[in-house]
């Protein structure tokens, strides 16, 4: 069975980032709407991967100074699986 999303830490050199990759990217703007309830989240952007073995997009989050990016991609990992059970059971 496919997980339903992947997400990662990343390093740039103005600030970290969480990009998470979905097995189905027909959901990207479903899984956006639903990440920007969250208010360590400075903004999100949908944007064009680059790289082997990717998916074709990814959803960028961009959190605001000072939040702990661990903590919060817990967070967020938490609520994603949360949100696909829901799914899954509707």
Do not use: C
């Amino acid at each position: 069975m496919n997980v339903p999303f992947r997400s990662e830490i990343r390093n740039s050199p103005n600030q970290q980032t969480i990009k998470i990759f979905l097995g189905d990217e027909s959901l990207d703007e479903k899984i956006k709407r639903h990440l920007v309830r969250f208010n360590e989240i400075d903004f999100i952007e949908i944007r064009e991967t680059v790289g082997q073995n990717r998916a074709n997009e990814n959803i960028t989050v961009f959190l605001k100074e000072g939040v702990d990016i661990i903590k919060m991609k817990s967070i967020i990992d938490s609520s994603l699986w949360w949100y696909f059970e829901e799914d899954m059971v509707e």
